[in-house]
């Protein structure tokens, strides 16, 4: 069971915004950079936003992320169809002294 | 462009241990500026860390597996390694290798490679 809660699902439809997101406590997300990563169906995961709220290059402006105490928030604006994917937070616990992955939301372009 | 790509075999026994490579192009593990990490996910499941390590050779292991798991590099071939011992069909995954920023040892993962099924039977 992972420390870094996400809900199993969220959906939306084209052109709609979307927040998904990620809660925590203060040995993780409270202390520590958030990152998200978005994964594809049968793909490699891939960095999507990285230290709570920095676009990596190629990136669209669509996918921004925001953190505010123990929990995170990665929204997404004008859903494309592409954006069907899952998305997992992924914060450092000072506690367990690793890394912590949430279970993942898969998010649903209908 | 940076690419990684993990190698080893796809079949492990139980009580075995699994092996597996990630050969690096386009940069170098001896860079100070990067960690090099195993990441894995069990079929349908989530992603879970298993460990970084630094071109110094300094590793972070993830607490639920640090007593079977060994990560090492190889700089004359620039490569990393992932040992895990004593494997059971709880360690059936896709085993992905990835570049990490020296800011951000372990959660910072920008570079991925394609990922490696590894299944435990018998």
């Known amino acids: 069971q992972s420390v870094l809660t996400q809900p199993p699902s969220a959906s939306g439809t084209p052109g709609q915004g979307v927040t998904l997101s990620c809660s925590g406590s203060?040995?993780?997300?409270?202390?520590?950079?958030v990152y998200w990563y978005q994964q594809l169906p049968g793909r490699a995961p891939k960095l999507l936003i990285y230290?709570?709220?920095q676009r990596p290059s190629g990136v669209p402006e669509r996918f921004s992320g925001s953190k505010s105490g123990t929990s995170a928030s990665l929204a997404i604006s004008g859903l494309r169809s592409e954006d069907d994917a899952e998305y997992y937070c992924a914060a450092w616990d000072d506690i367990l002294s690793g890394t912590l992955f949430g279970g993942g939301t898969k998010l649903t372009v209908l | 462009q940076l690419q990684l790509q993990e190698s080893g075999p796809g079949l492990v026994k139980p009580s075995e241990t699994l092996s597996l490579t990630c050969t690096v192009s386009g940069g170098s593990i001896s860079s100070s500026d990067y960690y090099w990490g195993w990441i894995r996910q069990p079929p349908g499941k989530g992603l879970e860390w298993i460990g970084s390590?630094?071109?110094?050779?300094?590793?972070y292991y993830s607490p639920s597996l640090k007593s079977r798991v060994t990560i090492s590099l190889d700089t004359s071939k620039n490569l990393f390694s992932l040992r895990l011992s004593s494997v059971t069909a709880a360690d059936t995954a896709v085993y992905y290798c990835?570049?990490?920023?020296?800011?951000?040892?372990?959660?910072?993962?920008?570079?991925w490679g394609p990922g490696t099924l590894v299944t435990v039977s018998s």
């Open positions: 990835a570049r990490a920023s020296d800011s951000s040892c372990c959660t910072f993962f920008d570079y």
């Open positions: 230290r709570d709220s």
């Open positions: 390590i630094y071109y110094s050779g300094s590793p």
């Open positions: 203060s040995s993780n997300i409270g202390r520590n950079f």
